[in-house]
């Protein structure tokens, strides 16, 4: 049994009605094509549903049985159609967005504020978690969107790079290095170092570019986030490598931070989507949003190519 939406419209019109000319004028159809999709819906249900005279046309029991059916598949239609519109048109709405936490913490509140100026009435989750957890939730289709590190040769995912980040050190207060405004990694390496805990993409590239010149890294403390090493190198533990992206999140918890050269480690921090996967209207329009905060706030950012 196959019953259209066109056929119960044109049934539930005329019988409000009465009439197949009346119903013919409120839905722009001919008598024709009208007494056509009335018969087609009889027959898909098995029955007479309109009895017709030389005057007027009167339902039969069964037809008076199935109008209310009728009316409550249009209005469950009609609803059904709002809610999609509504969605389209970012009145309603769900986003989950996943970050880690330097860029959750720093840069993504007053991108969230414009987002919710212009969208009020979608409801947004922030999922800050680790940069690989980032890509994970991407890649798993937890989450729409996410913004981390590049995730580099990932055939499966999207990136759109926003901005460069460098890695600069972290000391606690009243340390000797302060006394310079910019490092060099072979200094650091003379101190107690506190280093994210491998497979960390940050420890893996600190690793990897150390040992190109002929450094290599003997942590005396690991952690998994960052946090912990700030709060670890603010007690006086050792020193450290952030992202500058951090630096803010370090100073309040008592650290602080200089540049680091010979060698300058940066990264890109961007959008990661899934390839082949359209992205929801609402998804895409945190991603123009994204966009457009931190082009015209790039001056705030950190510059890997400003001079320490």
């Known amino acids: 049994m196959s019953v259209t939406i066109r056929q119960l419209q044109c049934f539930?019109?005329?019988?409000?009605?009465?009439?197949?000319?009346?119903?013919?004028?409120?839905?722009?159809?001919?008598?024709p094509a009208?007494?056509?999709?009335?018969?087609?819906?009889?027959e898909a249900l098995g029955g007479k549903l309109l009895a017709r005279t030389t005057r007027?046309?009167?339902?039969?029991?069964?037809?008076?049985?199935?109008?209310?059916?009728?009316?409550?598949?249009?209005?469950?239609?009609?609803?059904?159609?709002?809610?999609?519109?509504?969605?389209?048109s970012l009145r309603r709405g769900k986003l989950a967005i996943a970050s880690m936490p330097t860029f959750a913490s720093s840069l993504l509140p007053p991108i969230l504020g414009v987002y919710h100026d212009l969208h009020p009435a979608i409801n947004v989750t922030v999922h800050d978690v680790i940069a690989e957890s980032v890509v994970d939730m991407v890649r798993q289709g937890r989450v729409e969107l996410g913004v981390t590190f590049?995730?580099?040769d990932a055939q499966d995912l999207d990136f759109q790079p926003l901005f460069t980040d460098k890695l600069v050190a972290a000391l606690p207060q009243g340390h000797l290095l302060l006394q310079k405004k910019a490092l060099q990694w072979r200094q650091l390496l003379d101190?107690?170092?506190?280093?994210?805990?491998?497979?960390?993409?940050?420890?893996?590239?600190?690793d990897q570019t150390l040992e190109e010149h002929d450094m290599a890294l003997?942590?005396?403390?690991?952690?998994?986030?960052?946090?912990?090493?700030?709060?670890?190198?603010?007690?006086?533990?050792?020193?450290?490598?952030?992202?500058s992206l951090s630096g803010g999140q370090m100073r309040e918890m008592?650290?602080?931070?200089?540049?680091?050269?010979?060698?300058?480690?940066?990264r890109k921090v961007g959008i990661v989507t899934r390839k082949r996967h359209p992205l929801s209207v609402s998804t895409q329009a945190m991603v123009r949003v994204i966009g457009q905060w931190v082009s015209s706030n790039?001056?705030?950012l950190p510059d890997p190519n400003a001079s320490p």
């Not at 539930?12 to 008598?31: D, M, N, P, R, W």
């Not at 029991?61 to 159609?81: M, N, V």
């Not at 670890?232 to 952030?242: A, E, I, K, N, Q």
């Not at 008592?254 to 940066?266: D, F, K, S």
Request: glycine residues 6%; charged residues 15%.
């Open 191 to 206: 101190y107690p170092f506190i280093a994210l805990q491998r497979p960390s993409s940050i420890r893996l590239l600190i």
């Open 218 to 243: 003997a942590p005396a403390f690991e952690a998994h986030q960052l946090a912990s090493i700030g709060r670890m190198v603010s007690t006086g533990l050792g020193v450290s490598v952030v992202p």
């Open 254 to 266: 008592g650290a602080e931070c200089r540049p680091i050269t010979a060698p300058v480690i940066t």
């Open 56 to 88: 007027a046309v009167a339902l039969t029991p069964e037809g008076s049985e199935f109008y209310l059916i009728a009316q409550r598949l249009l209005a469950d239609w009609e609803h059904s159609l709002e809610d999609v519109h509504n969605l389209f």
């Open 34 to 42: 009208l007494s056509i999709a009335i018969r087609n819906l009889e």
């Open 298 to 300: 790039h001056p705030a």
């Open 12 to 31: 539930a019109a005329v019988a409000k009605s009465g009439s197949f000319a009346e119903a013919c004028t409120v839905l722009h159809l001919s008598q």
């Open 150 to 152: 590049d995730p580099g």
